[in-house]
């Protein structure tokens, strides 16, 4: 490797002036524009940061070295947490599904749907299914968030997601996997979950009306 005095084009007993006046020619010269390159224009920027931070003759060179290949990055570690994949109630009967289809979501992962109907994300200890979704971005339907209405209703096709004691659901609906996402959250390691219930017949029964509890953004 070249020292920086032989970049410059001077002595070693050159003094600080003489430095300076060759560095500033040198590089112009080295300049791409001006028909230098880039890895000479960055030499003659290397070399005159040496001088000025006190390199003298016979001071070691850092070796040259190819330049590695970035380490790849690792994905980082999914999370323990309950995964949840949500399919929007409302595109069933627009594509002619029904709750009942044991390929359910493989025929939603195949129909190209937007984010807001078809999608998954984690929750959190703690947190309800509702919560989790809001977290994510998502406004799912809601009214008094306490169990007292279907407004939340989602129906669980595949995983667990217990009830707590203290809701408005009659026992047939919770035996056929309806739940409330305000007070409900999966403990499987994996949920399918169909939300926006409130047109399915025996859930609208039990819908509080628009209130002050409702977001805007909620689907009508």
């Given amino acids: 490797m070249e020292s920086p005095f032989d970049v410059l084009g001077i002595s070693p007993d050159a003094d600080d002036g003489e430095i300076v006046d060759a560095y500033r020619e040198r590089v112009k010269e080295a300049h791409p524009d001006q028909g230098g390159s880039t890895a ?10 040496r001088l000025q931070n006190g390199y003298e003759p016979g001071d070691p060179l850092p070796e040259e070295s190819p330049a590695a290949d970035p380490e790849p990055e690792e994905a980082p570690p999914e999370p323990d947490d309950p995964l949840v994949e949500f399919l929007n109630f409302e595109v069933l009967e627009d594509h002619g599904w029904s709750l009942d289809d044991e390929d359910l979501f493989e025929k939603a992962a195949d129909a190209n749907l937007r984010s807001p109907d078809f999608g998954q994300f984690y929750v959190d200890p703690n ?9 994510n971005g998502f406004a799912w339907p809601f009214a008094c968030r306490g169990g007292a209405c279907t407004n939340c209703a989602v129906a669980v096709v595949e995983g667990e997601m217990p009830s707590p004691a203290s809701h408005i659901l009659p026992p047939d609906l919770t035996e056929k996997g309806i739940r409330l996402s305000c007070i409900a959250a999966p403990i499987s390691d994996d949920a399918k979950i169909v939300y926006n219930l409130k047109h399915l017949p025996e859930v609208s029964e039990l819908l509080l009306p628009a209130s002050r509890f409702e977001q805007a953004s909620s689907t009508d």
Avoid: G, H, I, S
């Avoid at 947190?127 to 977290?135: G, P, Q």
């Fill in 40 to 49: 000479e224009f960055q030499a003659v920027k290397t070399a005159y940061e």
């Fill in 127 to 135: 947190d309800t299914l509702l919560e989790a979704a809001e977290k």
